[in-house]
C-alpha cells in the first residue's frame, strides 16, 4: 500500500495521537480520533504492514540514566570509495553511544549525535572508538549546552512554517 493511500486525514491524526502517547488503548485511540475501534484498528495495521509505523518505543530522560553529556560531532572520511564508506557506517551502527547517525553535505561528511556520561568519557570515547573507525581523517565536537527542542513528533499534516 502505498504512503499516499495510507494517509488520509484519519490516518494523520492516528499517528499523531500515538507520538502523543503509544501506550493507550485502541479504544482510546479511537475515540480520540474521531473513529470507532474497527475502521481505527484497520488502519492502524495498514500503518504497520506499510512501514509507516515502524516501531513503538519509549522515551528514556537520558539525564537521569547518567548521560548528561550530548555532542555533535562532524566527520570528515579520507575518501568516499564504496568500501570506506560501508565499514565507516556498519562500525557507526555497532557503537551504542552514537544514537543518531546522519551523511551530510556541507563541510562534514557525516554528524554523529553521541551520548556519553561526562566529558571524559567522551575523551575517552574519542580515542577509543572515533579515531579507530574506517577512513576518519576529522573530527569537529560541538557540546550541547542545552536542548532548546528535542524528541518531537513528525509534522504530520502541519505546514512547515506553522
Known amino acids: 500500500m502505498k504512503n499516499e493511500e495510507v494517509l488520509d486525514e484519519y490516518s494523520r491524526r492516528i499517528l499523531a495521537e500515538?507520538?502523543?502517547?503509544?501506550?493507550?488503548?485502541?479504544?482510546?485511540?479511537?475515540g480520540a480520533v474521531g473513529l470507532s475501534v474497527t475502521p481505527c484498528w484497520k488502519r492502524l495495521k495498514a500503518m504497520e504492514e506499510s512501514g509507516v509505523i515502524r516501531n513503538y518505543t519509549v522515551w528514556v530522560d537520558r539525564e537521569r540514566v547518567g548521560l548528561s553529556n550530548c555532542v555533535l560531532a562532524e566527520i570528515n572520511l579520507t575518501r568516499h570509495s564504496e568500501t570506506v564508506v560501508d565499514?565507516?557506517?556498519?562500525?557507526?551502527?555497532?557503537?551504542?553511544a552514537i544514537v543518531e547517525?546522519?551523511?551530510?553535505?556541507g563541510q562534514a561528511d557525516y554528524l554523529l549525535k553521541v551520548l556519553t556520561p561526562d566529558i571524559r568519557a567522551y575523551d575517552a570515547f574519542l580515542h577509543d572508538v572515533i579515531f579507530r573507525l574506517p577512513g576518519v581523517t576529522g573530527i569537529r565536537?560541538?557540546?550541547?549546552?542545552?536542548?532548546?527542542?528535542?524528541?518531537?513528533?513528525?509534522p504530520i499534516g502541519v505546514q512547515a512554517g506553522a
Open 141 to 154: 565536537s560541538s557540546i550541547v549546552l542545552c536542548e532548546v527542542k528535542s524528541g518531537a513528533p513528525l
Open 87 to 96: 565499514e565507516f557506517e556498519a562500525a557507526v551502527r555497532r557503537c551504542p
Open 18 to 30: 500515538l507520538q502523543r502517547d503509544a501506550r493507550q488503548s485502541l479504544q482510546q485511540l479511537a
Open 101 to 105: 547517525c546522519y551523511r551530510t553535505t
